[in-house]
Every structure is written in structure tokens, then in C-alpha cells.
């Protein structure tokens, strides 16, 4: 496979990256409420989704699985309820965003770091928080049969007979991975520059718009 091949398959697929869903969502949740570290976070486990699902397209798993009408709406559905209940519990946790803090609490931090003599500790990084929007995005990914379906409607228009099929679909796995890489990381930018949302106010309004679009992009998949 050549570079136009590659090209081609790019120009192909990058309307359906383009395409707003769980992941972009995720993103500017995430970023937008004011921790740009999440970007990272949100690219790397959408890209080990699409690496997941090529390697299924690869072995003929995912041929198994859209041959299936039984397994293919179990996956559907499945991944429309996890939209659902992350929605569920985005809209929680904005409940939580948007609560003041309290005076005690306050007098407490300030009270901690007078005793100290000295600015209070710099906060560590949350692994456990990235961690966990890692794999809020994997699964958003793995659970989409449109992804799936992308390496067995798209990619075999771009595969050459005459050559191994595993080191094709993972040239075009690649290739999709570093556009999906870049396009997350400029809305990433983008979402940062534009002013991360600190009020508890702004960001309880950012998680309830969030949660109700994964609500809504879960009950669309399951009706579609």
C-alpha cells in the first residue's frame, strides 16, 4: 500500500472522526473544567479502542461478530448502556462540582497552611482520575460497533489482494490513530484556551451537558 492509499483511507474516515461523539465529549468535559491532562488520557485510550478493534478486523473476529445479528445488537446495546449510565454519572458528579465549598472547610485549609509556616503541599497528579478517564474512553470506543464496522466496510476498499492483510490493517490503524490523536489534542487546545470553566457554577452546567449528551448519544445508538 502506498501513500495515496493511506491518503485516500484518511480523507475517507475523517468525517466519522470529525463526527462528534463519547470521546470528544469526554474530552471537553474533562479539559474543560479546568485539568488539561485528561486530554492525554482521553486519545490514549480512544486510540487503544481502535487498536483493539483493528486487531479484531484483523483475525476475522469482527466479521464473526457483524455475521451475528444476536451479537452484534448485544454489543450495540450494550455500548448504548454504558453511553447511558456514564451520562448518569457525569450528571452526579456535576451535582458535586457545582456544591460551594464550605467556610469550615476553607478555615481548615487555611488553618493547615498557617501551621505549616508555609504554602500548603502542591496537589499530586491524580493518577487515580486519569485512570479512570482512560478507561471511560476505551470502553466509549470498544462498546461502538461503528468503530468496529470501520475495518470491515472501509479499510477492505484500501487493502491490496496481492498483500499480507494483518500489516495492511494495521498501516491503516496507525494512520487513523495519529488522526484521531491530532484531532483530539486541537480540540484539547482549543477547549483550554477558551478559558477552562473553574466557577462551581459553570462547571456543574459544563457536566450536565455532557451527561445529557452521552444520555442522548447512547439512546441513539440503541435505536439505530
Known amino acids: 500500500m502506498g501513500p495515496h492509499g493511506v491518503l485516500g483511507f484518511l480523507a475517507a474516515v475523517f468525517p466519522l472522526v470529525a463526527t462528534p461523539g463519547a470521546s470528544l465529549t469526554l474530552l471537553t468535559q474533562r479539559v474543560g473544567t479546568g485539568d488539561r491532562r485528561h486530554g492525554p488520557a482521553v486519545v ?3 486510540v ?29 446495546l450494550g455500548g448504548a448502556v454504558y453511553l447511558v449510565l456514564l451520562g448518569l454519572w457525569t450528571w452526579r458528579d456535576g451535582g458535586r462540582a457545582g456544591a460551594p465549598a464550605t467556610a469550615d472547610g476553607r ?4 488553618g493547615q497552611s498557617q501551621s505549616q509556616g508555609r504554602p500548603g503541599p502542591r496537589p499530586r497528579p491524580q493518577a487515580r482520575a486519569l485512570s479512570s ?18 475495518f470491515l466496510t472501509l479499510v477492505p476498499q484500501f487493502l491490496a489482494p496481492h498483500r499480507p ?16 490523536a491530532a484531532w483530539l489534542l486541537a480540540w484539547s487546545v482549543v477547549v483550554d484556551k477558551a478559558g477552562a470553566l473553574r466557577s462551581p457554577r459553570a462547571k456543574a452546567a459544563l457536566h450536565r451537558a455532557t451527561a445529557a449528551l452521552l444520555v442522548g448519544l447512547g439512546l441513539r445508538t440503541a435505536l439505530n
Open 165 to 180: 492483510v494483518l500489516p495492511q490493517v494495521f498501516e491503516l490503524a496507525t494512520a487513523q490513530a495519529l488522526l484521531v
Open 44 to 46: 490514549l485510550g480512544t
Open 133 to 150: 478517564t482512560y478507561r471511560q474512553a476505551l470502553l466509549g470506543n470498544v462498546l461502538n460497533p461503528k468503530a468496529a464496522s470501520i
Open 107 to 110: 478555615a481548615r485549609s487555611q
Open 48 to 76: 487503544t479502542g481502535l487498536y483493539l478493534h483493528a486487531s479484531l478486523a484483523a483475525f476475522g473476529l469482527s466479521a464473526l461478530l457483524l455475521r451475528s445479528s444476536q451479537a452484534f445488537t448485544a454489543v450495540r
